[in-house]
């Protein structure tokens, strides 16, 4: 069975104040794994994707990388506009399970002035 | 434009009933999900539908049934909603099996 665990649960930084969120994870083969951000309220939205391991993306202050058991969401010089819940998930490419996304329980983040 | 809708926002209903939830995509998607969120706010997919064939997570009762009038469009109905079916469900669409897929903001189900 795929899955997908993230810590921390839950990061308080201060504006400014770089840090990483961790995606550890196991698959029956990886079809591709995704970062997205989820605000309150809201459906999550997406970041990236990143296929195999070594890959990397970046967007803004936001950079993820992916390892073969692991992947990485790198936040440099935060704003308090980065709080949010960042959700990631891992597709397998046996097709299992509807086609559809294992997600993780994501990790909540919280940036202070 | 909203790329992903669904209606309603919010659906309170008592046990027992039967309900329906809407989901329509603009993007020209050609395949369609739904997903429930717990109250841990876990995500699980529920159901994909790619080219007029449905792919059923085995887990999810037979009281919910998918409903695809066409490829921008996938309905979720419940019959006798029971009360562990209160949470907040997703549809998302994407391009084909392998690329991001687009979440709608939800539908908040509440079971009396």
């Known amino acids: 069975e795929d899955q997908v665990t993230q810590s921390p649960e839950a990061l308080r930084l201060q504006e400014g104040e770089s840090s990483s969120l961790n995606c550890s994870y196991t698959v029956s083969g990886l079809r591709g794994l995704f970062w997205y951000r989820q605000d309150p309220g809201k459906g999550p939205e997406f970041l990236f994707t990143?296929?195999?391991a070594g890959e990397e993306k970046e967007k803004e202050r936001l950079k993820a990388t992916l390892t073969k058991k692991e992947s990485f969401l790198h936040i440099t010089a935060p704003k308090p506009e980065d709080s949010a819940t960042y959700l990631c998930a891992v597709q397998a490419r046996a097709g299992g399970g509807a086609d559809g996304l294992t997600f993780g329980k994501g990790t909540h983040l919280i940036i202070q002035p | 434009d909203t790329a992903v809708s669904q209606t309603p926002k919010y659906l309170v209903t008592q046990m027992g009933n039967d309900k329906s939830i809407k989901c329509e995509q603009n993007l020209g998607h050609d395949t369609m999900y739904w997903y429930k969120q717990d109250s841990k706010k876990f995500l699980k997919i529920m159901f994909s539908?790619?080219?007029?064939?449905?792919?059923i997570n085995e887990t999810v009762p037979n009281r919910f049934s998918p409903k695809s009038p066409d490829k921008a469009h996938l309905n979720l109905h419940i019959n006798s909603l029971e009360l562990g079916d209160s949470a907040v469900y997703f549809c998302a669409s994407s391009q084909d099996l392998v690329q991001p897929q687009h979440f709608g903001d939800g539908t908040r189900l509440s079971i009396l």
């Open positions: 990143l296929y195999s």
């Open positions: 539908y790619n080219n007029k064939e449905l792919i």
